[in-house]
């Protein structure tokens, strides 16, 4: 069965930065599309960022826009989300995901998901 096993949480200062990984089993992995997301406690589960295949097409929430970035290493079976000027308001478990075809920020679409790694962003 395919495993997502994601990496790099901790906890951090208001400005700045952390890289997360999430390494994949999937025989598939290198065409699945990717997905981050995160959950705060008392809140949904949101969108985060997502990249293609390819990592040509990338989306990102507006609330991360400009701080974060997605990117994969297929030869690696793994994806990355770079995290800079990290805010309060950054603090969730985050997780990874993957679905077969096109990235989307639907939560639901995604049919393979990690444990989650936590951030904390203290001010």
């Known amino acids: 069965q395919a495993q997502l096993i994601e990496s790099g949480g901790g906890l951090v200062q208001a400005g700045g930065s952390l890289r997360l990984s999430c390494a994949a089993s999937?025989?598939?992995?290198?065409?699945?599309?990717m997905g981050w997301f995160r959950q705060a406690p008392g809140k949904e589960r949101e969108f985060v960022a997502g990249?293609?295949?390819?990592?040509?097409?990338?989306l990102y929430a507006d609330s991360v826009k400009g701080r974060f970035t997605i990117y994969r290493d297929n030869a690696k079976d793994t994806v990355y989300l770079q995290m800079n000027s990290l805010k309060p308001e950054d603090t969730a478990v985050y997780y990874c995901?993957?679905?077969?075809?096109?990235?989307?920020?639907?939560?639901?679409?995604?049919?393979?998901w990690g444990q989650g790694t936590q951030v904390t962003v203290s001010s």
């Open positions: 995901a993957a679905k077969r075809g096109t990235v989307t920020r639907y939560s639901g679409r995604y049919d393979t």
């Open positions: 999937r025989r598939t992995f290198s065409s699945d599309a």
């Open positions: 990249c293609e295949w390819n990592s040509r097409a990338t």
